[in-house]
């Protein structure tokens, strides 16, 4: 069964003072990394999630396999990229979706291969790091249409989790799950 890769990296990243689309760690730009991960750890097909500085991106990313949707209303907050990632699968043979923000450069492929093993039409399932939850998030494709709609804001798929407890599935010993929101936020 096929679980697609759903990259949200579509934000200002205003705390950050820039997009963290673009942010320079390790010697790839964070999204580049992400995408990466996704690929690695089995996602096909994978979409990146653009909105903020979306033409620098693609001039500045290498993003090979990747496909680039754009968010044209980025602004109102990650859940309507999550829309836009969800809706660009329709098509797709995806029976679920993998979704990763693109700030959190802790996050591995065995940790996407972890909760990708879960796939099935209606999973809900969350990465969780030391009883906190995190990312990856796995949403089976007949879920997909109610996380859409409950996805507003910066909330993104929260609303929906909460109301939906997802299955958690540990991965403090193979990622780290910290988001990335300031340039001192930064693993070193």
């Known amino acids: 069964m096929t679980v697609a890769g759903v990259l949200l990296a579509a934000g200002a990243g205003r705390r950050f ?13 964070f999204v580049e990394h992400a995408a990466g991960v996704l690929h690695d750890g089995g ?8 909105g ?22 980025w602004t109102t907050g990650m859940g309507s990229s999550l829309r836009a990632g969800l809706a660009a699968l329709a098509g797709s043979a995806a029976v679920a979706a993998l979704v990763l923000p693109v700030d959190t450069p802790g996050v591995t492929s065995a940790a996407v291969r972890r909760l990708a093993s879960l796939v099935s039409p209606d999973a809900l ?7 906190r939850p995190g990312h990856p998030v796995l949403i089976g494709r007949t879920r997909w249409a109610d996380v859409a709609a409950s996805a507003v804001g ?6 929906y989790l909460a109301a939906h407890p997802p299955l958690e599935v540990p991965c403090e010993d193979v990622a780290a799950g910290a988001d990335v929101d300031r340039p001192s936020d930064l693993p070193g």
């Open 17 to 29: 003072g820039r997009p963290k689309a673009l942010v320079r760690y390790r010697g790839a730009l």
């Open 43 to 50: 996602c096909a097909p994978v979409v990146v999630v653009l």
């Open 52 to 73: 903020a500085s979306a033409d620098e991106v693609r001039a500045s990313a290498t993003l090979p396999g990747s496909s680039l949707v754009d968010n044209p209303e």
């Open 125 to 131: 399932a969350r990465a969780t790091y030391s009883g």
């Open 154 to 159: 910066d909330a993104g798929a929260r609303e």
